[in-house]
């Protein structure tokens, strides 16, 4: 029998069948009227799941793409910048702003640490005169969730524009780009939207396109302005990834279907069961123990394992795909994603196979409770 | 009866089924296992395909992203670079090296002309101290392929690095990276390489990875040696469209099956039943009449008919997608392409569907030839 294998990682995720099948479609131009049809519903539906009225400009790219763009787009050389980083995602911001010049004033917080509001409001009154504060509402590496809206607030306070890492966010946990007023969301296809990797977005404000008329970093394939233009005469500027904005469509309105509150209701009651599956085997979570932490789960690895160990046996053995730790936290936490196409036994499939591994290795685990215990906390619609 | 489709365009051309199919598998973890083997075939296949022994870097982008790599790795502001431009893409070049700042010396031809190795030599004598020069291959715009070969041997003479844009040449007529000393040849999915777009190359020469240490222009997704260090170690940098790579694998598979000088033989003749066939039934050659130019073939609409109806009517009424002229060729030339996953019955359905389409516009066209005299051409294996 050919092996089943489980893809239960924070990104690529699972994708559903149907947005398979038009993968396998034949090739079709994208300048021809039935991909422009296609291209214009995707658009659409990427403004409605990024809750904007503005323009959300789609490239061909990994997520990283839509993150550089929001750098090489936003500035000029000596600009100031603010980023806060508590993982692996925002130490990318910093890089890029580094890599473009940027005086970038760098909030480096721990790993796996929450960002507080007014710790980034004294930050910027210290700073002063900050151009654009770069934040990660999802930091895949470590689990964490933060409060983009109050960080948001504080930002737009302090006359920055924002620009927010949404890549494993956006569709899974609540986030309202325009009544948050966040001015830049970077998004990926490969995360909660459900699709193959190789789209990745960035919805514009207004006030990020005036101050991208005034950037003057080089930039072509990631140039805003350029991308916003051809897509209001639905003309990608260049040769789009055609299966992939294909498949979006598909994805983007199975998601609406299900509603994305709905969806956010699913992501955190399947958050909040493999929690509860780990604690119960007496594991410790190394991300928040709080719904809104609905999009990964980090575990720390049991004193005298290695967590990259755990990720090797279960993808050997078991066929289970999840993820390790990065940086600093490599061997030291594994994580499991949810989000996407994921339902309740996904998370007891991951449990039970962290289960098994873990007692083979000899790790003092408490056995056949997890299981149970995430399908009882799947149900329990009650705020944690 | 669901509409029958014919994509006859010189990009995104058809995808075999075999490539379709691994499309819709389901999705894998970039740092899998699996993933690495097909990631690791797929760049030794490359190489294989680009005749060099060079690494090929790979992107999950545009083709006109690996232009800009191209662009942003070699260029300091105000280098001294030199761009050959007949067409389209020739401009493309043009107007990348100027947005990352060099002191652009644009030798620019007529739309369809063929760049002349001494005028190149001539160019570059004037120009003085030009540390790039940029180059197209197949000028899809205008259907000539140049002879880089000799292009490429004059800008070496002068000391030059040379780039290649071979985004609709790489598999479909001869290039050899390697033996012909082209630093950078650029590259694309979803032309002769039979794959939908959404992966775009570059290989490297040492000189060029040189130099790329030294440029100063901001990069990151595009930045060569982050891609070398990273290919490496079989981890792709960020995450590559996996269902992209894994058709990759397959179509270079099937390309090396065939054999490429078997598939440089096939596109020649394609092209040559092209041509054939077009002037059998009256019309004029707008790209040159010559076995190189094997990739698409230009045709000049005859007398009051505007080439853009040709192309709403073919695919309007037959479900037929060809391609109309760009810039100010809009409107007077239609683009046939024959590259990839060709064979001449879609050469003879490409006429068949023009041949129809002009005679009803009322045009004066010779009915009943072009198909025939196409089939024949078709056969003939000796050059012309």
């Known amino acids: 029998m050919a092996e089943k294998r489980y893809l239960l990682t924070p990104g690529p995720t699972p994708v559903p069948p149907e947005v398979l099948a038009v993968l396998a479609e034949p090739m079709i131009h994208h300048r021809a009227r039935d991909f422009k049809g296609i291209y214009e519903r995707s658009l659409a539906r990427l403004r409605e799941v990024y809750r904007t009225a503005n323009d959300v400009l789609l490239f061909t790219a990994s997520g990283t793409g839509a993150f550089e763009a929001a750098v090489a787009n936003l500035t000029s050389p000596g600009d100031r910048v603010l980023v806060v980083s508590a993982g692996n995602f925002g130490e990318r911001w910093a890089a890029l702003t580094r890599a473009y010049g940027a005086d970038v004033v760098h909030v480096r917080l721990e790993w796996g640490e929450t960002p507080d509001p007014e710790d980034l409001r004294s930050a910027l009154a210290e700073a002063g005169d900050v151009r654009v504060v770069y934040l990660v509402h999802s930091e ?13 607030a504080v930002a737009k306070d302090a006359g920055a524009l924002v620009v927010v890492d949404a890549v494993s966010s956006l569709g899974a946990v609540p986030l309202e780009t325009d009544a948050w007023g966040i001015d830049v969301v970077v998004s ?39 991308t916003r233009k051809a897509q209001a005469k639905l003309d990608a500027p260049f040769t789009p990834a055609v299966s992939l904005v294909k498949a979006l469509d598909v994805a ?10 709905a969806a956010f209701d699913r992501h955190a009651r399947l958050g909040r069961a493999c929690r509860e599956g780990v604690k119960a085997m007496g594991l410790q979570l ?28 279960l993808r050997d053995r078991l066929g289970i795909t999840i993820a390790g730790g990065q940086g600093d936290l490599k061997g030291k936490i ?21 289960e098994l591994v873990l007692a083979d290795a000899g790790a003092d685990i408490e056995r056949g409770v997890a299981v149970t215990r995430a399908l009882e906390a799947y149900e329990s619609h009650a705020t944690v």
Chains 1, 2 share one sequence.
Do not use: N
Request: aromatic share 8%; glycine share 10%.
């Open 140 to 152: 895949t590496s470590t689990g964490v969730v933060a409060d983009v809206q109050a960080l948001a």
């Open 188 to 226: 990926g296809s490969q995360k909660a939207l459900m699709c193959p990797p190789g789209l990745a977005f960035d919805s514009v404000s207004d006030a990020a396109l005036e101050q991208a008329a005034r950037a003057t970093s080089p930039r072509y394939v990631f140039d805003w302005e350029r």
């Open 252 to 261: 983007l309105g199975l998601l609406l279907e299900e509603g994305l509150e």
């Open 286 to 313: 190394f991300s928040p123990d709080e719904d809104r932490s609905a999009v990964v789960t980090a575990i720390r690895a049991p004193d005298g394992v290695d967590s990259g160990d755990v990720v090797s046996s």
């Open 334 to 354: 594994f994580r499991i994603g949810h989000i996407g196409w994921f339902d309740v036994f996904d998370i007891t499939t991951a449990l039970a196979g962290v």
